[in-house]
């Protein structure tokens, strides 16, 4: 049994400073696959941590201070033994910062050059492409899944936390369970501040965010519909590694890892407009599904991004076809209401 068998869903008290000079706030701490979440008192997210990366900065009595850099900026302090014995056993968390792990060593220049080599020779000996496609083939769900909750915290560093809100959340829930197939794993589906107004961004791990603005503007949750559409359109993983490209390729090959800058850089790189392709393509799905597109269609010619070809072959979609497929309404108003306020 593996410490994430025996510790999934641990939750425990802790204090959290949003940076140095603030006010403490007790907060509650849930251990999951690859995160621990940070929550307040009424269920809304203030953060997630990616496991690889916590770090041990101090000791407060009993409790452990940790944080996601030696600067400290913000800080969570733990002192429930279980929890403290989780993090430490699948993180960095025993790891004084700056040093190296007990039982290793730091590697000389030499050695790193010589590693640097070799990723540069088997690039050019086998292609880029074939070391990409092997290296998408070989991300299994729970890393993906770690991946996006890193580059998430990258994009929280400009975007703030996370908006919740149990009815808030609940009405996203029930977008995303009337988008897939009953077989099907529902995204999960995430609002925050997204830098340069990017509408939408999908990250490894089912994990799409939408921007705040996107929701504050929208008319109605077909609208919110079409946004999550485009994120179901992408596929994470190829384009993470699409981005970071070939060396960083080779490197997960070879070790698993992939660098915490090029993570942040394609954290960045998710940000990109849909496509004209993932456009047409999201229309037709909202219609097929018995979704008026049309609110969505509006919302894309606001923003400019609405294709003048590609969206003529859409089926067609009528409130009578809507009915005869036995559609229901998307949202209830309660919940449309719950979910425009997420944020507020």
């Known amino acids: ?8 869903r641990l939750e425990t008290t802790g204090i959290w400073r949003e940076s140095s000079d603030a006010p403490p706030k007790e907060v509650l701490v849930t251990f999951g696959t690859s995160t621990i979440t940070l929550t307040d008192s009424s269920e809304a997210p203030l953060g997630h941590w990616a496991l690889a990366g916590i770090q ?28 403290i014995s989780a993090i430490a056993e699948v993180s960095r968390g025993e790891i004084t910062p700056g040093q190296p792990a007990a039982g290793t ?30 290296a998408i083939r070989m991300v299994p769900a729970e890393q993906a899944s770690e991946f996006g909750d890193r580059m998430l915290i990258s994009l929280m560093e400009t975007g703030g936390g996370i908006c919740g ?24 589906l995430r609002v925050l501040g997204l830098p340069d107004g990017a509408p939408v961004a999908t990250l490894p791990g089912r994990t799409i965010l939408l921007d705040r ?4 503007e929208a008319d109605g949750p077909e609208e919110v519909a079409g946004w999550v559409e485009i994120g179901l359109e992408r596929s994470p993983v190829e384009r993470l590694m699409e ?25 960045d790189a998710a940000l990109t407009p849909p496509t004209p392709a993932e456009v047409a393509e999201a229309i037709a799905r909202l219609a097929r599904l018995g979704i008026d597109p049309s609110p969505f269609e509006a919302a894309l010619a606001r923003r400019d991004l609405l294709p003048r070809t590609g969206t ?6 009528t409130p009578a076809a809507a009915r005869t497929r036995g559609s229901r309404p998307l949202l209830p108003k309660q919940d449309w209401s719950a979910l425009k306020a997420v944020c507020r």
């Open 56 to 83: 041990v900065i101090g000791q407060d009595g009993d409790a452990t201070i940790y944080a996601m850099n030696a600067e400290g900026d913000e800080t969570i302090a733990i002192g429930d033994t279980m929890m």
């Open 213 to 216: 603005a996107t929701i504050a």
């Open 1 to 8: 049994m593996t410490a994430l068998d025996r510790y999934v």
């Open 105 to 134: 060593r730091r590697r000389p220049p030499y050695l790193m050059l010589s590693v640097i080599a070799l990723l540069m020779i088997g690039i050019a000996s086998v292609g880029p492409g074939t070391v990409r496609s092997q």
């Open 243 to 267: 981005t970071v490209g070939p060396a960083q390729n080779l490197r997960y090959v070879l070790t698993g890892e992939i660098g915490a800058t090029a993570l942040a850089d394609a954290a």
């Open 312 to 317: 003529e072959d859409a089926p067609a979609f």
């Open 165 to 188: 809100g149990v009815a808030g959340n609940r009405a996203l829930d029930r977008i995303a369970a009337r988008l897939v197939p009953t077989d099907g794993q529902a995204p999960r």
